[in-house]
């Protein structure tokens, strides 16, 4: 069963926006989140260490056009309101193949409030495994990773297999191809609701060892919002 009110759709216990006609940029993300996390969660960063390390991040994933070869693919950011945030990229929406599956340090809450600003980059590091040839590890397949956020160090992001709950979660956003949206917590049989967003992502390949997605926008263009850099040193 399922009903409209104003721009949002309720399917199945879960809540989505149509991105093809409703979105229009970034700022209905912003609001959404605003929704949903309470204005009494607190997190600051140093700013001085955001200056430094956005230095250093700005230093490091620049790279020339003409040294890129991209693709689209689909990218899910998701996570419990109470929880941390995980991200699965896929071929397609509809696609049972997960190319990769993290769990991010962040709580959802910390996540959001960074989204809140306009702009979310996040850049993920890892060293080779000197036990492993690198000729046979993709880049993807690296199991633990550094995790920036904004510049500023979080933590560890850990790649990770998708357990039932996960399954069930891609089994009801399987219509949904560009959006934001809710599972309530009823729908999930837990405690807690899960938000997540959904897009098409410009996933660029620098080299074996270097490889970045980009939010791309209902009208096709690629932007700033919302960068995730991948990227393997020695």
């Known amino acids: 069963m399922a009903y409209t009110t104003g721009a949002t759709h309720i399917v199945e216990g879960v809540t989505t926006v149509d991105c093809q006609k409703q979105v229009r940029s970034w700022s209905l993300l912003r ?17 001085q260490e955001i200056v430094e390390d956005r230095r250093y991040f700005n230093n490091n994933y620049r ?59 996040i850049a993920l590091e890892c060293k080779y495994d000197q036990q ?6 993709s880049l993807l397949s690296e199991p ?16 990770r297999r998708p357990i039932q709950a996960d399954m069930e979660f891609f089994r009801l956003v399987r219509s949904v191809h560009v959006g ?3 599972i ?15 897009a ?5 390949s620098r080299s074996m060892d270097s490889e970045s997605f980009h939010l791309i926008s209902p009208e096709g263009s690629v932007g700033q919002e919302l960068s995730i850099f991948f990227l393997r040193t020695r």
């Open 144 to 159: 633990v990773w550094t995790m920036y956020c904004n510049g500023k160090n979080v933590g560890c992001a850990v790649k």
């Open 63 to 121: 790279y020339p056009r003409s040294a890129l070869i991209s693709t689209t693919i689909t990218g899910t950011i998701f996570g419990y309101r109470r929880g941390k945030i995980n991200i699965c990229i896929q071929p397609t929406p509809n696609n049972t193949t997960h190319l990769l599956l993290l769990e991010l340090p962040v709580p959802t809450a910390i996540l959001a409030k960074e989204m809140k600003s306009g702009i979310l980059r």
């Open 200 to 204: 098409n992502f410009e996933r660029v």
């Open 31 to 47: 609001s959404l989140i605003k929704f949903l996390i309470p204005t009494c969660t607190c997190y600051y960063l140093d700013q």
């Open 184 to 198: 309530n917590r009823k729908t999930l049989n837990c405690d807690d609701d899960l938000m997540y967003l959904r």
């Open 180 to 182: 934001t949206g809710v």
């Open 132 to 137: 492993q040839s690198s000729t046979t590890t």
